[in-house]
């Protein structure tokens, strides 16, 4: 790998990870004024079609064609667009300030969930050293749930259900990305675009139903006019420029090395979160800490263990949330 070839890896990468970031803390802004059903369905829309439309002139219609694959591409973009917008973005709300970082650990967390689930369906034991990351990292997790106070998870002083919508969103990501290796012979732009289309159509659709049922109101026009700056933002920013750099990057530095960007997701959210006035706890911080080191370690022994179990789990966690390693994993973010 050449040095101009790292560098612009890098700073395709960081650019990526640094706008996924910054996209819980702008959603949360924007959803003061709209819900998170709603939000999800017009971003999700307006990307898909934008994808579609960049397809549509780099590779011509024959990239439309399903294949027969049509409804993997239906369960695998609904998993991706619907699950995880809804899932994350509801808990998020419900949640408050800290819903936003929480929503940021949980992407972070991505690899080691994606790490059980393969070990759950390929039915392979990963070896001692990634599990032991799995456990720390699922440690931070924890600190950062609980802040430090273990006992509201016995006195149930946590609000389960926002929780678990947002581990809900999470997993059906995880299993996207994981899932999308049996679309190894397409172009990453293909399958982003595909599944970004079926996915947010489903998702508008839903919306719609869920309008027409009184179970969400339809947004005010003033109050799409007021969030246009955070809707643009992760439209184009979080949505088109940043899945996009995130191929290129990948394809500069491999996935393994991509991988380690992933740490400037929270790191970033911490930062916009101060920024705005929300007061990080110790324990919150020593989470985060945790699943960044577990993150680390487990990158570090994936590239030097050729075992098989250990390279299965490397192999699926070359994709999480958007993360695309060079041609087998297809992943978008969210």
Not at 5 to 14: D, E, I, R, V
Not at 142 to 149: P, S
Not at 150 to 167: D, K, R
Not at 196 to 215: D, E, H, K, Q, R
Request: aromatic share 12%; hydrophobic share 55%; charged share 10%.
């Amino acid at each position: 790998m050449s040095k101009k070839h790292f560098w612009q890896g890098a700073l395709f990468c960081l650019f990526a990870a640094v706008a996924w970031g910054a996209m819980f803390p702008i959603a949360e802004s924007a959803l003061h004024h709209i819900d998170p059903f709603w939000f999800s369905g017009i971003r999700y829309l307006v990307v898909g079609l934008l994808l579609a439309v960049i397809l549509g002139l780099k590779e011509g219609k024959r990239a439309f064609r399903t294949e027969g694959r049509g409804l993997k591409l239906w369960v695998l973009g609904t998993l991706a667009f619907t699950v995880y917008n809804f899932g994350v973005f509801w808990g998020q709300q419900q949640l408050g300030k800290s819903g936003v970082l929480l929503a940021s650990i949980m992407e972070s967390f991505m690899p080691m969930l994606a790490v059980l689930f393969v070990w759950m369906v390929s039915r392979k034991r990963p070896n001692s050293w990634t599990l032991s990351c799995v456990i720390v990292a699922f440690i931070g997790v924890l600190f950062v749930v609980t802040k430090g106070d273990f006992a509201t998870l016995a006195n149930g002083g946590l609000q389960l259900l926002p929780l678990l919508s947002v581990f809900a969103g999470v997993t059906g990501w995880v299993i996207f990305t994981v899932s999308s290796d049996q679309f190894s012979g397409w172009s990453a732009l293909r399958f982003s675009a595909l599944t970004s289309l079926y996915g947010g159509v489903t998702t508008f659709a839903i919306v719609l139903i869920m309008t027409a049922l009184g179970i969400v109101d339809t947004p005010a026009v003033s109050s799409i006019v007021t969030i246009m700056p955070e809707m643009l933002f992760m439209i184009v920013v979080a949505g088109l420029l940043a899945l996009l750099s995130w191929i290129q990057g990948i394809q500069r530095l491999h996935a393994i090395n991509g991988m380690l960007f992933i740490n400037f997701v929270p790191a970033t959210t911490f930062i916009i979160s101060v920024i705005q006035g929300y007061s990080i706890s110790g324990a919150e911080m020593f989470g985060t800490l945790l699943i960044v080191c577990a993150l680390i370690v487990n990158n570090v022994i994936s590239r030097r263990s050729p075992a098989e179990p250990t390279s299965k789990v490397a192999a699926t966690q070359k994709s999480v949330h958007g993360r695309l390693p060079k041609k087998r994993t297809h992943a978008p973010t969210g």
